[in-house]
């Protein structure tokens, strides 16, 4: 799981490893969008390397999936930056 490298607490993202694809789709299914701690748990297959992919950083420093974030989060900051930007953050 990752630690906030401060304060070494939690920050809200693990990677798991599956003995097989299928179990990882199944962790899809079964897993994603179910809530833990009020909060909502999203799951992502991983693509594999590439390069230049590790440079995925949006504008504000996070990740670009996180700018355009339509869902409030209050976790992670409410809305993503580039979406409270257009659509503004009373929605």
């Not at 199944?26 to 969008?33: N, Q, T």
């Not at 748990?41 to 504000?60: C, H, P, V, W």
């Not at 355009?68 to 976790?75: I, Q, W």
């Amino acid at each position: 799981m990752g630690l906030d490298r401060f304060q070494k607490t939690p920050c809200g993202f693990c990677f798991v490893e599956y003995y097989s694809h299928q179990d990882a789709l199944d962790c899809l299914k079964y897993i994603g969008g179910t809530k833990l701690d009020e909060r909502i748990i999203r799951t992502d297959l991983d693509e594999g390397f590439a390069e230049g992919r590790q440079y995925g950083r949006g504008k504000s420093g996070g990740q670009v999936r996180d700018e355009y974030r339509d869902e409030y989060d209050p976790g992670r900051g409410g809305y993503g930056r580039a979406y409270a930007q257009e659509f503004g953050d009373e929605m």
